[in-house]
T-cell receptor
Framework: AQKVTQAQTEISVVEKEDVTLDCVYETRDTTYYLFWYKQPPSGELVFLIRRNSFDEQNEISGRYSWNFQKSTSSFNFTITASQVVDSAVYFC???????????FGKGTRLSVIA | SQTIHQWPATLVQPVGSPLSLECTVE??????LYWYRQAAGRGLQLLFY??????ISSEVPQNLSASRPQDRQFILSSKKLLLSDSGFYLC????????????FGQGTRLTVV
């Protein structure tokens, strides 16, 4: 069975603060992929990152960084120096190997206040 | 490049009326296709996914159905809408290789009145 838990329903920060969005996953597979998506107010989901289960290297892309830790089954997302344009709902997702579906967490709504 | 089209963007339908939402993908072949629903203020719920023509997997029992009459066409239907069917419906595709990300359409906001 696959499950993704995003315990933070809503987060509000002041612009320029750093913020971390938590994601905890459950799977019995040893091969799997993790994803983060951003959903701005327009509604369309925008792909941000994909990590496979064999690559625990942290990744940084501009102000975004991701921390993948298999020991705690977590794939956390940090936004450094947040901006108002970062305001959105962020979803973490998991996909097992083979023809299995992409399973999403319930999302975290991030509000960045100027 | 690949594109995904989903229509209509918004829809208001009375209770008991039928529904047909269409999603098409261009620029790829044999994609995996998905229908998700997002109720107001809630997360994404997987409704159906398809790995090929005529192959539909249902994740949640309900009065909705899906069909894939062509390789790059995915249709979500209902014979009689319920108030609880209101929500934001998203179609997505991904390449058949299982290790790739999914790309989403712009969504259909359905209000059942």
């Amino acid at each position: 069975a696959q499950k993704v838990t995003q315990a933070q329903t809503e987060i509000s920060v002041v612009e320029k603060e750093d913020v971390t969005l938590d994601c905890v996953y459950e799977t019995r597979d040893t091969t799997y992929y993790l994803f983060w998506y951003k959903q701005p107010p327009s509604g369309e989901l925008v792909f941000l990152i994909r990590r496979n289960s064999f690559d625990e290297q942290n990744e940084i892309s501009g102000r975004y960084s991701w921390n993948f830790q298999k020991s705690t089954s977590s794939f956390n997302f940090t936004i450094t120096a947040s901006q108002v344009v970062d305001s959105a709902v962020y979803f973490c997702a998991l996909k097992n190997s083979g023809n299995t579906p992409l399973v999403f967490g319930k999302g975290t709504r991030l509000s960045v206040i100027a | 490049s690949q594109t995904i089209h989903q229509w209509p963007a918004t829809l208001v339908q009375p209770v008991g009326s039928p529904l047909s939402l269409e999603c098409t993908v261009e620029g790829t072949s044999n994609p995996n296709l998905y229908w998700y629903r997002q109720a107001a203020g809630r997360g994404l719920q997987l409704l159906f996914y398809s790995v090929g023509i005529g192959q539909i997997s249902s994740e949640v029992p309900q009065n909705l159905s899906a069909s894939r009459p062509q390789d790059r066409q995915f249709i979500l239907s209902s014979k009689k809408l319920l108030l609880s069917d209101s929500g934001f419906y998203l179609c997505a595709w991904k390449a058949g290789d299982w290790n790739t990300e999914a790309f989403f359409g712009q969504g259909t906001r359905l209000t059942v009145v």
